[in-house]
């Protein structure tokens, strides 16, 4: 298959400190400011759980879902990391925006960088049980079946058969 599948990701920094909401339930807020918004991308098309793509020998697809593990998140300015999170987090069709990461208010000139998947030591001994119910991790089912360690990117979806009328 010729075409690749691109993350096409954009960040939007927002340097607040100001609580904005005043009837917050949660004791712990997340103090993450950084937006790490992502696309995915067919060739120069968007995907979309209900979009039908056709590859270069004319078979249909869908693409259900998507996600991909980032095991990191900095931020260079001037060859120095300013700042940093090494919290594994997931980017997928249903989880396309989140908070990140969180870099104290000022000016900066720099660059993002994302660490796609876990070393092999990390993502071997990564334990799944040591994570909340809610964990982004947890709900993206990216833990292997063998328990061995984490799936890297998870590409889920359907072929349709071009023999069947019915598909």
Request: glycine share 10%; charged share 20%; proline share 7%.
């Amino acid at each position: 298959m010729k075409k690749i599948f691109g993350l096409l990701a954009l960040s939007l920094l927002i340097s607040c400190e100001d609580d904005i909401s005043t009837n917050n339930p949660d004791p712990n807020p997340n103090e993450d400011n950084v937006l790490l918004a992502s696309s995915f991308l067919y060739g120069n098309v968007g995907i979309n759980p209900d979009s039908m793509l056709v590859n270069n020998l004319g078979y249909a697809f869908f693409v259900t879902d998507m996600s991909l593990v980032f095991s990191s998140i900095y931020f260079v300015e001037g060859g120095d990391s300013v700042a940093g999170s090494t919290d594994p987090f997931v980017v997928s069709l249903g989880s396309f925006d989140q908070f990140v990461l969180k870099l104290l208010p000022g000016g900066y000139s720099g660059d993002y960088r994302l660490e796609l998947g876990m070393d092999s030591l990390t993502g071997a001994t990564f334990d799944p049980a040591a994570l909340p119910a809610n964990d982004p991790l947890i709900e993206a089912d990216v833990f292997r079946l063998d328990g061995t360690g984490i799936d890297q990117i998870i590409i889920k979806g359907r072929m349709i058969d071009p023999t069947d009328p019915l598909d």
